[in-house]
């Protein structure tokens, strides 16, 4: 809300947003390809594929949790969003430790998984978040 708005005449896409979604998807690519890596030497092609099913439901929770961080905002003070991961936890957890498991094609997961997969996608999502902020502030996002 600090910026000016940009000029009508000026694209949408600029130096900066192209430099934010390259620099998201490379790092998104490293994370996940890490997780992926990780599950087939923990447990084979199945076990990965769950790895990484979980993974990317665990990114979007620490992606947004960084950014509430980030802006000064509690973890504790949105309940809406307390209850959105709680229930997206719990039917995680519905489909990877119950028969739902047989529907979803995928298998339960030990800890050595979770000892992978927290860490990996919070420093990604960390990572991912200071990123963004400093391409922002060091590339502009319209010529003045």
């Given at each position: 809300m600090n910026r000016r708005p940009r000029?009508?005449?000026?694209?949408?896409?600029n130096k900066?947003?192209?430099?934010?979604?390259?620099?998201?998807?490379?790092?998104?690519?490293?994370a996940y390809g890490l997780i992926f890596w990780a599950g087939l030497q923990l447990g084979g092609l199945i076990y990965a594929r769950t790895m990484l099913f979980t993974a990317i439901v665990l990114h979007a929770f620490t992606r947004?949790?960084?950014?509430?961080?980030?802006?000064?905002?509690?973890?504790?003070?949105?309940r809406a969003l307390l209850v959105s991961y709680a229930v997206a936890v719990?039917?995680?957890?519905?489909a990877l430790y119950t028969p739902l498991r047989d529907l979803f094609g995928v298998v339960a997961l030990?800890?050595?998984a979770w000892l992978v997969m927290v860490p990996v996608t919070a420093g990604s999502s960390f990572f991912g978040v200071h990123m963004t902020r400093w391409i922002l502030k060091l590339v502009p996002l319209w010529e003045d």
């Open positions: 000029r009508h005449n000026e694209p949408i896409m900066a947003i192209y430099a934010t979604i390259a620099g998201s998807i490379f790092r998104t690519l490293i947004v949790m960084v950014v509430r961080q980030l802006d000064d905002l509690s973890i504790w003070s949105n719990g039917l995680q957890l519905l030990d800890w050595r």
